[in-house]
C-alpha cells in the first residue's frame, strides 16, 4: 500500500494568510495537532497546536510570525511501513504528501494509519494469537509457516519485534483458529519456545498492545 491510497484531501491546508485562532479552529474540528501550511503548490513547512499556542498574537495572519517550522513529508509512491515510520518518529498526528517535484497533494492521518494497519494485521479475523521466543539465527518462516499449514490453519499475519531487554526476537502469529492446541503441540515437538498464546477473546487487546510497542520501537 503506498501513501497516496492512503491520503485525504479531506485536510485543508492552511495559507500564510491564515490566522493561529484560524488554524486551531480547522485542528479541533479535525481533531488532529499538525497542519500543512501551503503557498500554492509550494510545502512550507507543518505548524503544531503548540506552535500556535506560542504566538504572541494568533489573531495575525501566520505569515507575520517568525516560524521555524518543521518539514517531515512522504512521496506519494512511498510504502506505508515508510509513512509508519515518519509519523512515529517526528510524533505526528499527520504526515504531507508530495509528488517528485515536492508539489503538496494532500495528506495522510495517523488514525486513518492505524485503521489501515488494523486491516492488515487481521485484527478484525476470529482466531487466535501466537507468541514465540528465538534466537535470530533460528528465525525460518518457512518451517514456521509449515507448523501451522500442517495442521490445517493459515497465519492470518505475522510481524517480529525485538524487546530492548533480551537479545532474541519475538514473532507474534495471527492464526485463523480459535483453537491452538494442535499447533502448540507441534511447535513444542520442534523445540519452539512459546512465550504466549491468546485466543479469540483477548487477541485484539493483545495485538493493539504489541502494536503500540511497535510504534515505540520505530521511534528510533
Do not use: C
Amino acid at each position: 500500500m503506498l501513501a497516496h491510497e492512503l491520503m485525504t484531501d479531506d485536510i485543508p491546508p492552511l495559507k500564510t494568510s491564515d490566522t493561529g485562532v484560524r488554524a486551531l479552529a480547522w485542528m479541533d474540528e479535525l481533531r488532529v495537532s499538525h497542519l500543512p501550511i501551503v503557498n500554492n503548490v509550494a510545502f512550507l513547512g507543518l505548524i503544531s497546536e503548540n506552535d500556535i499556542l506560542d504566538l504572541n498574537a494568533p489573531n495575525d495572519p501566520i505569515g507575520n510570525h517568525t516560524l521555524s517550522l518543521v518539514r517531515p513529508f512522504v512521496f506519494s509512491d512511498q510504502h506505508f511501513y515508510e509513512v509508519l515510520r515518519m509519523l512515529s518518529q517526528h510524533k505526528l498526528s499527520l504526515i504531507p504528501v508530495l509528488d517528485k517535484n515536492e508539489h503538496f497533494l494532500g495528506s495522510i492521518k495517523l488514525s486513518t494509519l492505524l485503521e489501515k494497519f488494523a486491516d492488515m494485521a487481521s485484527l478484525k479475523e476470529p482466531g487466535g494469537v501466537i507468541v514465540l521466543e528465538l534466537n535470530t539465527n533460528d528465525y525460518y518462516l518457512t518451517e514456521i509457516a509449515k507448523i501451522v499449514e500442517s495442521n490445517d490453519a493459515k497465519i492470518l499475519s505475522l510481524y517480529i519485534s525485538s524487546p530492548t531487554d533480551s537479545t532474541k526476537l519475538e514473532v507474534t502469529l495471527k492464526i485463523n483458529r480459535t483453537d491452538l492446541s494442535s499447533i502448540l503441540q507441534t511447535f513444542y515437538r520442534f523445540n519452539y519456545s512459546v512465550k504466549n498464546t491468546i485466543h479469540e477473546s483477548e487477541a485484539d487487546n493483545e495485538l493493539k498492545n504489541r502494536f503500540d510497542s511497535f510504534l515505540s520501537y520505530l521511534n528510533v
